[in-house]
């Protein structure tokens, strides 16, 4: 693979999955013995270089998100490997996961879950930087302050309460809480697909200029292509637990190899009418 | 079903020998121990030593807990440290009239507490609502032993009508309506309780179930708002009231200590007073024992009940 | 594309409309007291309990007599110089009802801290962890359950001895299992908040994550539980006192002032004894329940008038 910014410049792969597995067992019976597994993630390869974003998309049960929560600590893979720039992640003991934090982040899908009801905004971005010891004290308020701009939202967020926003606003925290440790890849678990159609955009926006000041690569999972298209430079199409194709977005939509994939495209509405055509002459083929 | 069952009744195991330990340690760290109760002062420092290791009282608490545990599987809860009877007779003998005050108070309660819970759900903020709202906090919240007080104070000592203690006339016959009379006031006193907690339930159930699509739906569809009532709402409402009912029956158990010492009711809860009054322990580890038997029992089959009632549950997992 | 190029034009600021923030904090509270103040026997009640707080702290400024000093007449019924009587010992039984207040309010305040403390940690690390801990700590709780509750408390109180400061602490040794259980339900349901999982990717403590993130939130119904176990409290210590079992005489206390009410001659002939500690003991238990329901209430996110 060589770097999609430059084709001539073999590329180190900053996140890698190697033949992941998530097995989660279903007990059945009176000593709730294991009967059986449900492979949520059976055998996925991957990678993501530096500077690019690799759309995933599945539907809902594919195994998309579970793929979130692996590659961010919040579940152990049952076998496989996680190479993030070239060191295995998955088996960390939190003490040791620590000092990645910053550098892997992810932002939720429901912005009205992911922050908590009782703290202010301000608190909210302000809490990692403490945690982490990142900057003395007397910087953060201007680090929280600095935040807050980037992502789009007025300084007097900061003494609100998430309740206080709309979802498209509070996703914009959610964002700036993902970066305020700086990280190198930001996983963004469907980060769009709760909010209005007209919001989704201006949120995509969002997401695409903070890559091209700040340099950061995503992993962008969806279950329609349509955002997914928006946003990436290449796209990997899961199907129950495993990557059933993978290619660079014009590939995918001009010559969709997969059966699956076929079926995504024809669900997904296209905006572009020359893109329409194409698929029409695809079709009468 | 069969299954669940089972899985339950398993679960049951270790929460019953986490009981008989607990009940073990109470009566290690209890003051005193069955020797001294058994043997008079004047008895040798010798003799006294010989009963113990006679007894197993020198060998270590886990050995002691073994011999316990190994007589209770036996069916055999050891003798009275005070009257040197069986505690299991005694307990025996006592469990009829606790079971008939307890059976009585519950049916009476819940007969009260849910058609009143239901009425007053659906004429919500009407004066009967408030009534029955008020009344059911009364029943929480005055204390049973001066409710029963009270009643004998009025009727024994005042009007006279009813015998305030016992559960029969001394010489009498012990005949059917002589019991009656002297189950009376001790039922007022905690079918009130009963009723109390279990009236602001009823309605709560009742009112979320009103409150909802289906019952509309029902409506829309032209039926008798009766009917609607009686074949949709109440069935659903009484789906969570099996669950309290399981809940009642060891609050009914600390009820009844209470109530029968005031009434001197001859049940479970004065042969409870009476051994922690006289530091009678084997007996109260014996009444503890049964106790925590039926409340496991009690929540088993409710939980079952509950499953019966309810289509949408299944234990499968 | 077009749809998106709509938005492409100028920065993406949140174009959002941005009028009207909802509810502020300070918004939520006066909420908070609409709903609650709709509860007209629950304001009520709060003032009753205001009253005999201030009552119980002030105890010695508004007695005429001390509670354990003797005074000349024995049983007498109420006089001038003795509002509510006497008692047989020939103590003033007004002084004597004041300061059991102190007894009530410290039973039940204490004992329900104790509990709620003990509850909360072992419900947070039960829901939080679950696997084995949770295992252990529910069927520890399970099995306390299982006692009927006045029973145990009685072999206790017989094995530990009697006296205020054991009641308080058996009362609240005793009482956790339900707030665990109650604690653990809310935690389950608030660890599946993703605010959680991202204090966990942003690499906080589990200890942070449970007492600043999932705490806050599992409050309101430690505090409606809270509310009825301080009734259920004042309850117990009086059953206990009544039979003999809680606090002891010469220290007053509604229970062991209804006690003597065992004897016939009290019973019959000398009602101001034990009708006024029974009706401070519902007057009081009342207050607490209505306070406690009416918090329920307000406090119940899915009512929003």
Redesign the interface.
Known sequence: MHNPKDPAVPLQPLLALENLKKYYPV?????NHTVDHVKAVDGVDLTIYPGETLGLVGESGSGKSTIA?LI???ETPTEGRILFDGQDISRLSPRE??GL??E???V???PY???????RVGDLLA??LK??RIMPAKDISREVDRLLELV???KNSRG??P??F?G??RQ?V?IA?AL??KPRLVVCDEPVSALDV??Q??I???LK?LQRELGLTYLFIAHGLGAVK?VSDRIAVMYSGKIVETGKVDEIFREPKHEYTRTLLDASPI??PRQRNKRRAFHSH | MFKYVIRRLLIAIPVLLGVTVINFIIMKMAPGNPVDMLISPQTPAAALEAKRIELGLDAPAYVQYWSWFTHLLRGDLGYSMVTYEPVGRMIFDRLGPTLLLMGTSLIIGVAIAIPLGILSARRQYSKLDYAAVTGSFLGISIPNFFLGLGLIYVFSLWLKILPSSGMSTLGGNGGFVDILLHLIMPVIVLTANVAGRNIRYVRSSMLEILEQDYLRTARAKGLKETLVINRHAVRNALIPIVTVLGMEIPILFGGAVVIEQIFSWPGIGQLTMSSIMSRDYSTIMGLNLLAAVIVILANLLTDIAYALVDPRIKYSK | MNLFKRYFAGRSEAQEEMLGWPEGDENSRTLFWRRFKRHKLAVAGLVVIGILTLCAIFAPFITAYKPTTVTDSFGAAPSLQHWLGTDQVGRDQLSRLIYAARVSLAVGLGSIVISAVIGTVLGLISGYFGGWIDSIIMRLTDIFMSFPYIMLILVVASIVGPGLTNIILILGVLGWPGVARLVRGNVLSAKENDYVKAGRVLGFSSGRIIFSHILPNVVAPILVYATSGVAGAILDEAALSFLGLGVQPPTPSWGNMLASAQSLTVLTSQPWLWVPPGLMIILIVLSINFVGDALRDALDPKNNK
């Not at chain 1, 879950?113 to 703290?119: E, T, V, W």
């Open positions: 007990r059945k019976g009176i000593i929560k961010v600590g919040l996961m620590i934090r910053s892997l982040q992810i939720f899908q429901d879950s992911s922050l908590n009801p009782r703290k809490e990692p945690v982490h789009g939202l007025p609100r309460y309740h206080e709309s498209g606003q914009r959610g809480r305020s440790l007209s919001i955009a201006q995509l926006n969002l200029e928006y905006a572009d």
